[in-house]
């Protein structure tokens, strides 16, 4: 900060002046791209939906290509523009740009544009994600189930803009800020997988320990939950598992809930209770068909009836990291009805095996993996919790740097 505090009292001791976009670039908007125009190799392009789920601050290459008689025809960016989205399902992802930094021009399409400026290209980009900049751009987003903004009112945007010198500096701070919460992200992943890897060994056995495959209607029993439904859930009622719940927002065990169901439905509705393992049993996907949570709350909660409650003879624990095996996962697969939603009965899950060694074995191995599990997703500790920090930390001084008392 001292570095940047030296240029401001050097080449602009006076404040910085505020200039609408449109002042210091010109916008050029997309159109006639669409998905099914993507070839494996050709003229470099981007989707403007991917540049809210793929791409970052900036890039170098681009995902997806289109063939060169089609990119003729197309608008492009070129080194150092930014290409921004203009229409979103949510009003946050409308404006996310992305400075492309490469050496040749790329194509773009539509709901989306290409900024051209006279700025350093990671400045500009990375004032479009400042909360000032947020609130600039909502006053002129509109849509109710699709957000759209005009792109001269993306120009009406106003902009701080010091000496290129200190544009550069401030990216440059930031660039190195990114660059170690991309580290940690890096981490993270790299123990993912190293935690994948080591459940599925830890519970396919190890030699010279005794384990039998059984049945898990054989060692437990599954019983399916019984409906209510969104118009329900209440802020203070009866706790409850809903299914959406268990593949969006609980991990392996829990010992609280997020939701509440009218209590005077409690009669016609079905409990787990401690240690009872809650899984789904309908999904858009095989993938998340048998997503489990252990219940470990010391009061009953009402399960959904998209959702089964397995009550067995095991440690609850070990019961839900083996359902998240690829084991258990390829054997699962072959029961899965295959329509357009995806469903498995209680009579097929009794028939799937699971691995049932001595009970203190059992907890052996729940030791070893609640270790990983908080490495890896606790958001109190282990790198969630710094990623978390070091986010909202890079956030701060982004907003921070990018913030200059104005010009008069």
Same mark, same amino acid.
């Given at each position: 900060?001292?570095?940047?505090?030296?240029?401001?009292?050097?080449?602009?001791?006076?404040?910085?002046?505020?200039?609408?976009?449109?002042?210091?670039?010109?916008?050029?908007?997309?159109?006639?791209?669409?998905?099914?125009?993507?070839?494996?190799?050709?003229?470099?392009?981007?989707?403007?939906?991917?540049?809210? /789920?793929?791409?970052?601050?900036?890039? /170098?290459?681009?995902?997806?290509?289109?063939?060169?008689?089609?990119?003729?025809?197309?608008?492009?960016?070129?080194?150092?523009?930014?290409?921004?989205?203009?229409?979103?399902?949510?009003?946050?992802?409308?404006?996310?740009?992305?400075?492309?930094?490469?050496?040749?021009?790329?194509?773009?399409?539509?709901? @989306?544009?290409?900024?051209?400026?006279?700025?350093?290209?990671? *400045?500009?980009? *990375?004032?479009?994600?400042?909360?000032?900049?947020?609130?600039?751009?909502?006053?002129?987003?509109?849509? /109710?189930?699709?957000?759209?903004?005009?792109?001269?009112?993306?120009?009406?945007?106003?902009?701080?803009?010091?000496?290129?010198?200190?544009?550069?500096?401030?990216? @440059?701070?930031?660039?190195?800020?990114?660059?170690?919460?991309?580290?940690?992200?890096?981490?993270?992943?790299?123990?993912?997988?190293? *935690?994948?890897? *080591?459940? #599925?060994?830890?519970?396919?056995?190890?030699?010279?320990?005794?384990?039998?495959?059984?049945?898990?209607?054989?060692?437990?029993?599954?019983?399916?939950?019984?409906?209510?439904?969104?118009?329900?859930?209440?802020?203070?009622?009866?706790?409850?598992?809903?299914?959406?719940?268990?593949?969006?927002?609980?991990?392996?065990?829990?010992?609280?809930?997020? @939701?509440?169901?009218?209590? #005077?439905?409690?009669?016609?509705?079905?409990?787990?209770?401690?240690?009872?393992?809650?899984?789904?049993?309908?999904?858009?996907?095989? $993938?998340?068909?048998?997503?489990?949570?252990?219940?470990?709350? #010391?009061?009953?909660?009402?399960?959904?009836?998209?959702?089964?409650?397995?009550?067995? /003879?095991?440690?609850?624990?070990?019961?839900?990291?083996?359902?998240?095996?690829?084991?258990?996962?390829?054997?699962?697969?072959?029961?899965?009805?295959?329509?357009?939603?995806?469903?498995?009965?209680? $009579?097929?899950?009794?028939?799937?095996?699971?691995?049932?060694?001595?009970?203190?074995?059992?907890?052996?191995?729940?030791?070893?993996?609640?270790?990983?599990?908080?490495?890896?997703? #606790?958001?109190?500790?282990?790198?969630?919790?710094?990623?978390?920090?070091?986010?909202?930390?890079?956030?701060?001084?982004?907003?921070?740097?990018?913030?200059?008392?104005?010009?008069?």
């Amino acid at each position: 900060m001292s570095r940047v505090d030296d240029l401001i009292a050097e080449l602009c001791p006076a404040g910085i002046p505020r200039k609408a976009l449109a002042e210091v670039g010109e916008f050029v908007r997309g159109g006639g791209l669409q998905k099914k125009d993507f070839v494996e190799q050709g003229f470099p392009c981007i989707h403007y939906g991917q540049i809210y /789920t793929f791409y970052g601050t900036s890039t /170098t290459t681009t995902k997806s290509f289109v063939s060169p008689d089609l990119a003729a025809t197309l608008k492009k960016a070129e080194p150092g523009d930014l290409v921004i989205t203009t229409t979103s399902e949510n009003i946050v992802d409308v404006c996310t740009a992305v400075a492309w930094l490469g050496d040749e021009p790329i194509a773009i399409g539509g709901h @989306s544009c290409v900024y051209r400026h006279t700025l350093d290209p990671m *400045y500009v980009a *990375y004032y479009f994600q400042t909360e000032e900049f947020e609130l600039q751009k909502r006053k002129f987003v509109t849509g /109710t189930k699709v957000k759209d903004i005009k792109i001269a009112d993306i120009g009406r945007i106003e902009i701080p803009v010091p000496p290129l010198a200190l544009q550069r500096e401030i990216a @440059s701070i930031l660039d190195r800020m990114e660059s170690l919460k991309a580290e940690l992200e890096a981490e993270l992943e790299y123990r993912s997988l190293q *935690y994948a890897f *080591y459940r #599925d060994h830890l519970l396919a056995g190890r030699e010279g320990v005794e384990v039998r495959w059984v049945p898990m209607g054989e060692v437990g029993e599954f019983t399916r939950g019984r409906r209510f439904t969104k118009k329900d859930i209440v802020e203070d009622g009866v706790p409850c598992i809903n299914f959406g719940e268990i593949y969006t927002r609980y991990g392996v065990f829990a010992h609280e809930v997020f @939701s509440h169901v009218r209590s #005077d439905l409690a009669s016609s509705l079905r409990f787990a209770g401690k240690g009872d393992v809650v899984l789904t049993g309908v999904s858009e996907t095989v $993938e998340d068909i048998c997503k489990a949570v252990a219940w470990l709350g #010391d009061e009953d909660v009402a399960v959904h009836d998209d959702c089964f409650l397995y009550r067995h /003879t095991m440690n609850p624990k070990y019961v839900s990291y083996y359902l998240q095996t690829q084991m258990f996962h390829a054997e699962k697969a072959k029961h899965v009805a295959r329509a357009k939603v995806k469903r498995i009965s209680s $009579e097929s899950l009794a028939k799937l095996t699971i691995p049932v060694p001595s009970r203190a074995e059992q907890e052996r191995i729940v030791g070893i993996l609640d270790k990983f599990d908080a490495l890896v997703n #606790d958001l109190s500790v282990g790198l969630p919790a710094e990623i978390a920090a070091r986010r909202e930390q890079y956030e701060h001084y982004r907003d921070k740097l990018l913030t200059f008392e104005e010009a008069a």
